[in-house]
């Protein structure tokens, strides 16, 4: 008959390193932060980031995604020849009812490089518009497309 002998120093070892490892870790995990994440730009878009690419028809290289408030996407909007969309208006409001930059939802601009004939893209403004730039500036909380624009170049105002 064979007798297996236990080691004490090794599995004393083992259990201990199994039953305190994951209490290090979830400390680690759940620790202050110091800084903004390199990532909340791109993160906090993530969610409108597949109607960008239905709006591309998948085609062309996702370039940049970022926040954009209301006054920078009327500004971009300008810069490419553009005029801004008029405010959306609740059908009881009053006719000259402008919506505030309060009131304006959290929007994502999201951008991507590629080869857009006219007619590509179908809500493009303005829509005769070719070139190598799609960007589109997206609502967040209920994902929907607020603008798209053309160019055949990026802005040089895009780091607003």
Known sequence: MIAFRWRRPASVA???VALIAPVALSAACSGPRSGASATSEVSGCAAVLPLAREVVHD????TLVRRISKD????LSRALGASPPTPRSHPHSPPRHRVSNSGWPKACLVVYRG???????AQASPPAVAG???LVVLRL???SVDRVLV??????????
């Open 132 to 134: 190598h730039y799609t």
């Open 72 to 75: 920078q996407a009327d500004a």
């Open 151 to 160: 160019a055949d170049r990026m802005p040089a105002n895009l780091n607003l």
């Open 14 to 16: 083992a259990l201990a």
């Open 115 to 121: 080869n857009y004939p006219r007619g590509t893209i």
């Open 59 to 62: 085609q062309g290289t996702l």
């Open 141 to 143: 909380r209920h994902p």
